[in-house]
Protein backbone atom coordinates (compact mmCIF):
# COMPACT_ATOMS: atom_id res chain seq x y z
CA UNK A 1 0.00 0.00 0.00
CA UNK A 2 1.12 3.42 -0.70
CA UNK A 3 2.62 5.14 2.50
CA UNK A 4 1.00 8.74 2.99
CA UNK A 5 2.46 11.40 5.51
CA UNK A 6 0.36 14.33 6.85
CA UNK A 7 1.88 16.86 8.99
CA UNK A 8 0.45 18.20 10.99
CA UNK A 9 -1.13 14.95 12.78
CA UNK A 10 -3.05 17.44 15.00
CA UNK A 11 -3.33 21.39 15.84
CA UNK A 12 -5.56 23.89 17.86
CA UNK A 13 -5.47 26.96 15.94
CA UNK A 14 -7.40 30.38 16.87
CA UNK A 15 -10.31 31.97 15.01
CA UNK A 16 -9.59 33.67 12.42
CA UNK A 17 -5.49 32.08 11.04
CA UNK A 18 -4.88 30.12 8.88
CA UNK A 19 -3.10 26.49 8.58
CA UNK A 20 -1.46 24.71 5.88
CA UNK A 21 -1.57 20.62 5.89
CA UNK A 22 1.03 18.70 3.93
CA UNK A 23 0.50 15.24 2.28
CA UNK A 24 3.49 13.70 0.76
CA UNK A 25 3.08 10.32 -1.20
CA UNK A 26 6.06 7.30 -1.41
CA UNK A 27 5.41 7.30 -5.12
CA UNK A 28 4.17 9.29 -7.95
CA UNK A 29 0.15 9.06 -8.16
CA UNK A 30 -2.01 10.58 -10.95
CA UNK A 31 -5.04 11.21 -8.64
CA UNK A 32 -4.87 12.85 -5.17
CA UNK A 33 -7.83 14.11 -3.23
CA UNK A 34 -8.15 15.92 0.07
CA UNK A 35 -11.35 14.90 1.81
CA UNK A 36 -12.81 16.39 5.98
CA UNK A 37 -14.49 14.48 8.34
CA UNK A 38 -16.39 15.91 10.67
CA UNK A 39 -17.33 14.82 14.29
CA UNK A 40 -20.10 11.38 13.26
CA UNK A 41 -19.74 12.53 9.94
CA UNK A 42 -19.34 10.81 6.93
CA UNK A 43 -16.04 11.95 4.65
CA UNK A 44 -16.42 14.89 2.09
CA UNK A 45 -14.38 15.68 -0.71
CA UNK A 46 -13.29 18.77 -0.57
CA UNK A 47 -11.05 18.90 -3.75
CA UNK A 48 -9.32 17.13 -6.81
CA UNK A 49 -5.43 18.12 -6.85
CA UNK A 50 -4.53 18.44 -9.73
CA UNK A 51 -0.40 18.66 -10.37
CA UNK A 52 0.25 22.19 -12.04
CA UNK A 53 -3.18 23.54 -12.22
CA UNK A 54 -5.68 24.68 -10.25
CA UNK A 55 -7.64 22.02 -8.16
CA UNK A 56 -11.15 20.89 -8.97
CA UNK A 57 -13.42 21.99 -6.12
CA UNK A 58 -16.62 20.15 -5.14
CA UNK A 59 -19.79 22.06 -4.66
CA UNK A 60 -19.81 23.87 -1.84
CA UNK A 61 -15.77 24.80 -1.32
CA UNK A 62 -14.23 27.15 -2.38
CA UNK A 63 -10.67 28.11 -3.48
CA UNK A 64 -10.53 31.27 -1.24
CA UNK A 65 -11.25 28.95 1.84
CA UNK A 66 -9.28 26.23 0.99
CA UNK A 67 -6.41 27.02 -1.27
CA UNK A 68 -4.87 23.60 -2.80
CA UNK A 69 -1.11 23.28 -4.31
CA UNK A 70 0.34 20.09 -5.96
CA UNK A 71 3.78 21.08 -7.33
CA UNK A 72 4.76 17.59 -8.35
CA UNK A 73 3.23 13.97 -8.56
CA UNK A 74 4.05 13.21 -4.66
CA UNK A 75 2.91 16.04 -2.83
CA UNK A 76 0.19 18.53 -2.12
CA UNK A 77 -0.73 21.10 0.55
CA UNK A 78 -4.20 21.82 1.58
CA UNK A 79 -4.47 25.31 3.54
CA UNK A 80 -7.65 26.34 5.61
CA UNK A 81 -8.17 30.02 5.42
CA UNK A 82 -9.70 32.35 8.35
CA UNK A 83 -10.27 29.47 10.38
CA UNK A 84 -13.62 29.07 12.05
CA UNK A 85 -14.71 26.88 14.86
CA UNK A 86 -17.07 25.11 12.53
CA UNK A 87 -13.65 24.30 10.52
CA UNK A 88 -12.95 21.84 13.92
CA UNK A 89 -12.38 18.53 11.47
CA UNK A 90 -10.15 15.61 10.56
CA UNK A 91 -8.88 16.89 7.10
CA UNK A 92 -7.62 13.61 5.32
CA UNK A 93 -5.13 13.43 1.97
CA UNK A 94 -5.64 10.29 -0.20
CA UNK A 95 -4.71 9.11 -3.66
CA UNK A 96 -5.56 6.70 -6.17
CA UNK A 97 -2.35 4.18 -7.15
CA UNK A 98 -2.02 2.70 -10.65
CA UNK A 99 -3.16 -0.76 -10.57
CA UNK A 100 -5.63 -0.53 -7.40
CA UNK A 101 -9.14 0.89 -9.40
CA UNK A 102 -11.22 2.21 -7.17
CA UNK A 103 -9.20 2.11 -3.75
CA UNK A 104 -8.36 5.43 -2.02
CA UNK A 105 -5.19 4.98 0.21
CA UNK A 106 -5.53 7.74 3.32
CA UNK A 107 -3.06 9.38 5.23
CA UNK A 108 -3.23 9.26 8.75
CA UNK A 109 -5.55 12.98 8.87
CA UNK A 110 -4.87 16.25 10.30
CA UNK A 111 -7.14 16.81 13.56
CA UNK A 112 -7.98 20.52 13.33
CA UNK A 113 -9.79 22.17 15.99
CA UNK A 114 -10.48 25.70 15.63
CA UNK A 115 -10.78 27.74 19.10
CA UNK B 1 -32.38 11.18 0.17
CA UNK B 2 -28.48 11.23 0.88
CA UNK B 3 -26.88 9.42 -1.96
CA UNK B 4 -25.16 7.03 0.78
CA UNK B 5 -27.65 5.93 3.51
CA UNK B 6 -26.36 3.42 6.47
CA UNK B 7 -27.87 2.64 10.10
CA UNK B 8 -25.40 4.72 11.68
CA UNK B 9 -25.69 1.39 14.37
CA UNK B 10 -23.90 0.74 17.24
CA UNK B 11 -24.27 -2.83 16.58
CA UNK B 12 -23.32 -4.29 19.95
CA UNK B 13 -22.84 -7.99 19.20
CA UNK B 14 -21.33 -10.69 20.97
CA UNK B 15 -18.63 -12.55 19.91
CA UNK B 16 -18.74 -15.02 17.59
CA UNK B 17 -22.09 -13.98 16.12
CA UNK B 18 -22.88 -13.23 12.85
CA UNK B 19 -23.92 -9.19 12.00
CA UNK B 20 -24.89 -7.80 8.74
CA UNK B 21 -24.82 -4.12 7.18
CA UNK B 22 -27.23 -2.59 4.64
CA UNK B 23 -26.24 0.48 2.79
CA UNK B 24 -28.28 2.21 0.32
CA UNK B 25 -27.45 4.36 -2.56
CA UNK B 26 -29.76 6.65 -4.47
CA UNK B 27 -28.00 6.62 -7.89
CA UNK B 28 -29.16 4.16 -9.70
CA UNK B 29 -26.28 5.13 -12.40
CA UNK B 30 -23.24 3.96 -9.66
CA UNK B 31 -21.02 1.50 -10.97
CA UNK B 32 -19.21 0.02 -8.31
CA UNK B 33 -19.28 -0.68 -4.67
CA UNK B 34 -16.93 -0.77 -1.83
CA UNK B 35 -16.69 -1.50 2.16
CA UNK B 36 -13.96 0.29 3.98
CA UNK B 37 -13.16 0.02 7.68
CA UNK B 38 -12.27 2.95 10.05
CA UNK B 39 -10.74 2.21 13.27
CA UNK B 40 -11.45 4.91 16.09
CA UNK B 41 -9.34 7.69 15.56
CA UNK B 42 -7.67 5.99 12.30
CA UNK B 43 -8.12 6.92 8.34
CA UNK B 44 -10.51 4.48 6.66
CA UNK B 45 -9.19 1.40 4.56
CA UNK B 46 -10.23 -0.94 1.87
CA UNK B 47 -11.89 -4.49 3.47
CA UNK B 48 -13.46 -5.39 -0.01
CA UNK B 49 -15.15 -4.41 -3.40
CA UNK B 50 -18.21 -5.16 -3.66
CA UNK B 51 -18.97 -7.70 -6.89
CA UNK B 52 -22.37 -7.62 -8.88
CA UNK B 53 -21.96 -11.41 -8.18
CA UNK B 54 -21.42 -11.16 -4.40
CA UNK B 55 -18.16 -11.64 -2.99
CA UNK B 56 -16.60 -13.64 -0.17
CA UNK B 57 -13.02 -12.58 1.73
CA UNK B 58 -12.50 -15.44 5.15
CA UNK B 59 -15.45 -14.43 7.42
CA UNK B 60 -16.38 -11.50 5.30
CA UNK B 61 -19.32 -12.00 2.63
CA UNK B 62 -20.78 -8.74 0.22
CA UNK B 63 -23.34 -9.00 -1.62
CA UNK B 64 -24.97 -6.30 -4.09
CA UNK B 65 -28.72 -5.70 -5.38
CA UNK B 66 -28.82 -3.52 -8.20
CA UNK B 67 -32.31 -3.40 -8.84
CA UNK B 68 -33.14 -2.36 -4.90
CA UNK B 69 -30.10 -0.04 -4.75
CA UNK B 70 -28.67 -1.50 -2.07
CA UNK B 71 -25.62 -3.53 -0.74
CA UNK B 72 -24.87 -5.50 2.17
CA UNK B 73 -21.90 -6.64 4.12
CA UNK B 74 -22.49 -10.08 6.49
CA UNK B 75 -19.18 -10.45 9.45
CA UNK B 76 -19.66 -14.32 10.10
CA UNK B 77 -17.48 -15.29 13.82
CA UNK B 78 -16.97 -12.03 14.69
CA UNK B 79 -13.88 -11.13 16.77
CA UNK B 80 -12.75 -8.28 19.21
CA UNK B 81 -10.89 -7.06 16.61
CA UNK B 82 -14.05 -6.60 13.98
CA UNK B 83 -14.91 -3.42 16.54
CA UNK B 84 -14.47 -0.73 13.85
CA UNK B 85 -16.98 1.57 11.82
CA UNK B 86 -17.52 -0.09 8.21
CA UNK B 87 -18.15 2.60 5.76
CA UNK B 88 -20.31 1.95 1.87
CA UNK B 89 -18.86 3.66 -0.52
CA UNK B 90 -20.04 4.26 -3.70
CA UNK B 91 -18.44 5.01 -7.18
CA UNK B 92 -19.93 7.19 -9.69
CA UNK B 93 -19.45 8.24 -13.05
CA UNK B 94 -20.47 11.60 -14.18
CA UNK B 95 -19.78 11.87 -17.70
CA UNK B 96 -16.04 13.45 -16.89
CA UNK B 97 -14.92 12.08 -13.71
CA UNK B 98 -15.66 9.30 -10.91
CA UNK B 99 -16.85 10.57 -7.81
CA UNK B 100 -16.58 8.49 -4.62
CA UNK B 101 -19.71 9.10 -2.08
CA UNK B 102 -19.29 8.28 1.43
CA UNK B 103 -21.34 6.77 4.14
CA UNK B 104 -21.53 8.53 7.40
CA UNK B 105 -20.16 4.44 8.44
CA UNK B 106 -22.12 1.86 11.15
CA UNK B 107 -20.45 1.23 14.43
CA UNK B 108 -19.80 -2.49 15.47
CA UNK B 109 -18.56 -3.41 18.59
CA UNK B 110 -17.84 -6.87 19.61
CA UNK B 111 -18.05 -7.72 23.13
CA UNK B 112 -16.90 -10.85 25.26
Known amino acids: SAVISQKPSRDICQRGTSLTIQCQVD?????MFWYRQQPGQSLTLIAT?????????ESGFVIDKFPISRPNLTFSTLTVSNMSPEDSSIYLC????????????FGEGSRLTVL | RKEVEQDPGPFNVPEGATVAFNCTYS??????FFWYRQDCRKEPKLLMS???SGNEDGRFTAQLNRASQYISLLIRDSKLSDSATYLCVVNTYTGTASKLTFGTGTRLQVTL
Open chain 2, 50 to 52: VYS
Open chain 1, 94 to 105: SVVRQGYTGELF
Open chain 2, 27 to 32: NSASQS
Open chain 1, 27 to 31: SQVTM
Open chain 1, 49 to 57: ANQGSEATY
